[in-house]
């Protein structure tokens, strides 16, 4: 429990603890709660995924959902990654499955594919009665990543300590939106 220790460790430390970006979708209801108590004390963003294609296509999914099922569009996600991928769903795949419900619109199904070298692709289609209407993101290479957990922690610098921050919240700054 690695995460645990470096929490406890900055905690310890409190007020001069750096602010942290943590990755994971692996988070246990304990180490989150360490996670919040940290964000009280240093500004704090945990995010299953850092790329800004995908917070785009989940801000996109969230605008059409609940018109296309007012069309009678039915929605269904597809997620494909790498055979060495250990979690099903991904989190970004719950992710865009949040987004779907909080839209009044749960996907009928969610089907998660591990072959090959995928580095990631997340498909949300909305199937109607003659025709079909699919949003894709394709990760092609990690950087996306990297850069976007970079530009997250830039901004993460200047925020305040208290709420737990998400890669939604520094999106909704780059497109306007301010923080939730």
Known sequence: EAISAAVAAALEAGKKAPAWVVGSTGLGDGQRERLTRLAKATP????????????????????????LTRLGYQASL???HHQHKKDAPSGTALLLEAGLKASGVPPRQTLSVRAGEVIGEHEVAFYGPADEIRFTHRAQDRTVFA???????????????????????????RIGGGAS
Do not use: C
């Open 44 to 67: 704090v963003l945990v995010s299953s995924n850092f790329s800004m294609g995908v917070l785009a296509l989940d801000h996109a999914i969230r605008s059409v959902a609940s018109v």
């Open 78 to 80: 597809i997620e494909r």
């Open 147 to 173: 850069r976007g957990a970079l530009e997250a922690a830039l901004w993460l610098v200047e925020q305040k300590s208290g709420p737990t921050y998400s890669m939604s919240d520094y999106f909704k700054s």
